[in-house]
């Protein structure tokens, strides 16, 4: 019997990076799905093709694919490959997104339709070329969304809202799926480490937690019944529940 398929978005760093090495220590093969290839290209450190040779270090396979989740037809290729060469997928993780650092009034249309078309396009796009391929496993889908969604002091427009739409659309697919796939949101609510978010608001990042309450979260999501569907989760929450670990610091032991 074939090996469950994790498709991880934003996999080049951060909760990425560390959802896709954790998932295959838990047993699924992997693919990495981000803009960011080992070919200097890339702003920050880390590469999607970084990720995956961490995962094959766990033993599991792992693909590289350098999709802007923006592009519709590149994720419907994608979506085709992974049935050709998987012939399944059992995990959708939308976790790719972007929060442009200036107030949205006094920047550029160019970047708010950027954060639209990366935080809640980009999801679009995967479930619709994924979704029939998840329902032959009756599968699931997580969106990761942020606290961010119900903080309108956090003073990022575009963010705020896209993720809070992602949160609508995760309710309004999980009803047009029931029964054939579970579509759920995990709303990140603690200060959780990735570089992207140290790149555009520098500060002090000493005591952010190590993204491994992420994947605590998202591994027991992952174990859920299909009929767990429409639901949101906080890592608070979740933590309060005892399956996210107490709290950690940015590298965790």
């Known amino acids: 019997m074939s090996a469950p398929v994790a498709v991880v978005t ?77 012939g399944r997928c059992d995990l959708l993780l939308n976790n790719a997104a972007v929060a442009p650092p200036r107030p949205a009034l006094e920047d550029s249309i ?13 999801p679009f796009y995967t479930v619709y070329h994924l979704h ?27 963010y705020m809202t896209t993720k809070r739409a992602l949160e609508a659309m995760t309710e309004a697919l999980a009803h047009d799926l029931r029964d054939k796939v ?28 190590d993204p491994v309450v992420v994947s605590d979260a998202v591994l027991w999501m992952a174990r859920q019944p299909l009929s767990h569907t429409a639901q949101l989760h906080t890592l608070t929450g979740l933590r309060q529940q005892g399956i996210v670990r107490p709290r950690t610091t940015r590298v965790s032991t």
């Open 10 to 86: 934003g996999a080049s760093r951060g909760i990425g990076k560390r959802l896709s090495v954790d998932l295959a220590t838990e047993g699924y093969d992997i693919v990495c799905v981000a803009r960011s290839r080992r070919d200097g290209s890339a702003k920050l450190p880390g590469s999607v093709d970084e990720t995956a040779e961490l995962v094959r270090e766990t033993g599991r396979q792992a693909w590289a694919e350098g999709v802007d989740v923006r592009d519709e037809e590149a994720i419907a290729k994608l979506a085709g490959r992974i049935e050709h060469e998987f």
């Open 110 to 122: 160019k970047r708010w339709r950027l954060a639209v078309d990366v935080n809640l396009n980009g």
């Open 132 to 158: 029939a391929l998840l329902a032959k496993q009756q599968g699931q889908v997580i969106n990761i969304s942020s606290v961010a969604s119900v903080l309108p002091q956090f003073g990022r427009v575009s």
């Open 182 to 209: 579970s579509v759920n949101t995990l709303r990140i609510d603690l200060s959780v480490y990735s570089e992207g978010f140290e790149a555009t608001m520098p500060g002090d990042y000493s005591e952010y937690e």
